[in-house]
């Protein structure tokens, strides 16, 4: 019973609550840690194309926080034209 419960317990502490976080590209709205004030209300959101370094296009979804600065939620690749 204690060995099982030491491997609950373990499973357990392996799972994280924290959302994964997006690593900016150099030319995203979050590169470098900063994050620009916007004038959108907050909770909203918006997305902006980026690219990579191989021109790869990229959709990325911005939310907006209390303090108006914005956060990376999301990306998602483009197909080519």
């Known amino acids: 019973m204690k060995i099982r419960m030491i491997l609950v ?10 959302q994964s976080v997006l690593e900016p ?5 979050t590169y470098g840690g900063r994050s620009p004030i916007v004038p959108y209300p907050v909770g ?5 194309e980026v690219r990579d370094e191989f021109l ?5 979804l911005y939310e907006v926080q209390p303090d108006h ?13």
């Open 56 to 60: 790869n296009r990229y959709e990325e």
């Open 25 to 29: 590209f150099p030319n995203s709205l």
């Open 44 to 48: 909203s959101s918006f997305s902006r």
């Open 69 to 81: 600065t914005v956060r990376l939620v999301t990306r998602f690749r483009r197909s080519q034209p």
């Open 9 to 18: 317990l373990g499973l357990l502490a392996g799972c994280s609550t924290q």
